[in-house]
């Protein structure tokens, strides 16, 4: 019984301290953007603040290649370190509606 309950705590520990699933690769931003540009040809295409409290903000960007629908979600801290959390294909654009009309 004992070993049972030590072994599962451990378990449950050792999933408490891992990486988030949803950051698929994370390294300086430098490397990703020149990566993202060399081998898939995408471009900078959104970007956003996300602030997550009064003193920690993140940059969301979307980098997309036109011509292949590619595309990927980037989350960048200050420090300059970039989180790779989506990638995909058949990524487009949508064009904003109408002033005072909602979709």
């Known amino acids: ?45 959104a970007a956003g603040l996300e602030t997550t409290s009064e003193t920690r903000q993140r940059m969301l960007e979307i980098w997309s290649n036109p011509e292949n629908g590619s595309y990927t979600v980037l989350l960048t801290d ?10 995909g294909s058949e990524f487009h654009t949508i064009a904003a509606p109408p002033e005072g009309e909602l979709g």
């Open 78 to 87: 200050p420090t300059g370190v970039s989180c790779i959390v989506g990638y």
């Open 1 to 45: 019984m004992f070993k049972r309950l030590v072994t599962t705590a451990l378990l449950f520990g050792m999933a408490a301290t891992a990486p988030p699933a949803a950051a698929m690769g994370c390294a300086p931003r430098d490397h990703i953007v020149e990566r993202l540009k060399d081998r898939y040809s995408e471009t900078l295409t």
